[in-house]
Each structure stands twice: as C-alpha cells, then as structure tokens.
C-alpha cells in the first residue's frame, strides 16, 4: 500500500469524514433510483449479486488504469488540470448493472489509485474526479435504467454530459479553484492569470471555469458518450451472460 496514502489519511481527517460523506450520499441516492427504476419495470435481480461484484470489480481496475493515464491538454486549460476517460468503465457498467454499480465502480476506481499511486492533491483531486465523474454516470445510468431503449440511451448520455459540464463548471468555481489556492498557497487571481496565458479571453474566474473547464468537461462527456453508445449493444449480452 502506498505510504502516502496513509500519511494523507491521517493528516486530513477530517477533509476524508467530509469526503466519506458524500460518497454515502451518492451510493444513498444510486440505491433507491435503482430501486424505483426495478420496481417499475418488474426487475427482480439483486442490486448487488455476486456475478455483478465480479464485473463491478473488472470494471473498477479499467476505469483505475485510465484514471491514472490522465493527461493534460495545455491548449485549453492549464497543465495541473488532467483529463482521463475512467467514465468509460463506469458508465457501461452502470448500464449494464445499474446506477449503484455505476457509482461503486467510481469510488474503487479512486480507491484502487489511492492505495496505489497516492495522492497529490491532498485528496482534493481525488474528491473532484469522484464528484464529477458521479454527476455524468449517475444521470445517465438513471434515465437508462428506467426505459433500455436506444433512444434512451442517446437522451441519458446527452442528459450526462450537459450535467457533467455545467456542475463540473460549477464546482471548479465554487470549490475546487479556491481548494487548490489554498491547498498550493497560490492566489486565484495567479490560477486566472495561468488561464489567461492560454487565452486572452479568460480575465477572471467566471471565464476561466467557462473557457478553460467546461471544454474539458465537454470532451470527456462527448467521448465517453459516444464510446458508449458504439459499443455497448454489441456487448452487453456478453456482460449480462449468466454461464
């Protein structure tokens, strides 16, 4: 086990209650949409068997690999901002087992980088990835789990990625930017200034979570979605295979 990972545990106690927290708040929330949505369409499997933990657990080690090959896109936004593609697992394992699936593999997923690679953020990072990545998978997953239509699918994916932009933007303004400021002892009004040598159209903090975060925001969406939606028919009964 990584060693920094228990030094950061220790050291941020209570920024780690605040951050269990949430995640108990979105498996709460994953649980009984899932629930509603069996009740409706007279699905009586087990929101956790053990076929789904087996595939919950393949697809949560995918979904970690492609979070630690994250990469910056300096062009856009500055480089301490990475873009990964980890939803890609999440979000087809959420269609094919359910939004509480679809949130677990999230929360392994950071888990499994934690316990690995550490963090470097002071778990602030690893609480925006989770957030954020949770505000695409578990729309998505919802819509889709109540009607597994085709048409459904392209609607929840859209749905996803418009709430995965906007509250992605939104956290960045109102919780994460401030977060980093504090956490590397850089003013805003320097994060502002790294934006604006990318683009002079980025004079504060309202411009820079739209100029430089949505996009980011909107690629990741975009291309998990359209991912998704390419493959996911094709394997599905393969995923879904009972022997």
Known sequence: ???NFIEEVSKNVTFVLEFLGIILALFVVAFVMEKLAKKRTGD????LSTRKMAMIGMFS???AILHIMDFALPFIAPPFYKLDF??????IGAYAFGPFAGVMIEFLKILLKLIFKGTSTAFVGDLA??????????PASV??????????AILSCVVGTIVLTVFGTMFNALYLIPAFSALYGLGIEEIIAMGTSINKGITDLTSFVIIAVAPLNLIKGSVVSLITLLVYKKISPILKSRK
């Not at 009586?44 to 929101?47: G, K, N, P, Q």
């Not at 980890?86 to 979000?91: F, G, N, T, V, Y």
């Open 129 to 138: 990835n989770f957030a954020v990545g949770c505000s695409f998978i578990l």
């Open 61 to 63: 080690a995918i979904a």
């Open 143 to 152: 819509i889709y789990d109540f009607n597994k239509k085709k048409k459904t």
């Open 1 to 3: 086990m990584n060693s």
């Open 86 to 91: 980890s939803e890609l697992p999440a979000l």
């Open 44 to 47: 009586t499997e087990r929101i």
